[in-house]
């Protein structure tokens, strides 16, 4: 608006100052240059005003994209950080998984082995079994029996089928049980022996030397270890002799049938397994 009034000032002033020179188409030509700037210059006003307000709101809109491009940069910082975290994690993870799997196939294996070393356990048992009651099928008819327990196999002797009556001298009978059982172990070189003595719970009575029934039974078991070491010729790193007196009863009832069966000589017969110890400690 100042522009204007003063372009209208300064016109006014060239035409008083000239009106006495100037001629009336002249005069109307001035006026006609002053009518068109006064329209410029109100064009201009106008342009300069929108420029104004243009340029404002675009300081507005760019002052809200940085804002904006500030918030989605922090996002992005937080998203970048918390992939970064997931991709650790999961190649933390499939790192776990490929060493649980490998430990998985290789407990497998060894189940496995462990597996088919049993199995041949239970083979080679059950075949000692059948051979060895078929060598002593003649003495079970006087109290010997032959059975698996625990992957074992049991040969039970009555006391009767070995001593005389309170005796730890091993009869003829039962020399010849146990001349008949020799044969069969003597093939066997991987069955290890323990040689149990079991008696009945009648306290012992008039044996001499012998004083209870834990002295009974473990001179009982040297007496048929050494019989078959020194007379049978088994290896005597294969056995063990060992008295249980009258601790672990067949029958534990208060008759004397029970105590019949508890007075016995039992030979435990176990396939070494060193492979399988070997494998289950590696």
């Given amino acids: 608006m100042k522009v204007k009034y003063l372009l209208f000032a300064l016109l006014l002033s060239m035409t008083l100052h000239s009106c006495q020179i100037l001629s009336n188409k002249k005069y109307k030509a001035m006026l006609a240059q002053r009518d068109s700037l006064f329209t410029r210059t109100t064009n201009l006003e106008a342009q300069s005003s929108q420029l104004q307000s243009d340029t404002a709101r675009l300081h507005h809109e760019i002052a809200g994209l940085k804002s904006e491009l500030a918030d989605q940069r922090k996002s992005y910082n937080t998203l970048k950080g918390n992939y970064d975290a997931l991709n650790s994690n999961l190649t933390s993870t499939n790192s776990k998984m490929d060493q649980l799997s490998s430990d998985l196939k290789k407990r497998e294996e060894r189940l496995k082995e462990v597996e088919d070393i049993l199995r041949k356990r239970d ?47 091993i009869d003829e009978r039962g020399k010849a049980a146990l001349k008949q059982l020799a044969e069969v172990l003597n093939k066997e070189p991987d069955i290890n022996m323990a040689v149990e003595g079991h008696t009945d719970d009648k306290k012992v009575i008039n044996l001499g030397q012998i004083k ?59 396939p070494k397994l060193d492979e399988l110890y070997n494998l289950i400690t590696k």
């Fill in 123 to 169: 083979e080679a048992t059950n075949a000692l079994k059948d051979k060895l009651q078929k060598a002593l099928l003649g003495f079970q008819q006087n109290g010997l029996t032959v059975d698996i327990r625990n992957g074992k196999v049991y040969v039970s002797l009555t006391d009767k089928l070995l001593f005389p009556s309170g005796s730890i001298v």
């Fill in 212 to 270: 209870d029934n834990w002295d009974l039974s473990v001179l009982r078991a040297t007496s048929v270890t050494r019989y078959l070491t020194e007379v049978e010729k088994i290896d005597p790193h294969r056995l063990t002799a060992t008295g249980k007196s009258q601790y672990q009863p067949i029958d534990p009832a208060d008759n004397n049938d029970a105590r019949t069966k508890n007075r016995r000589i039992e030979i435990v017969l176990s």
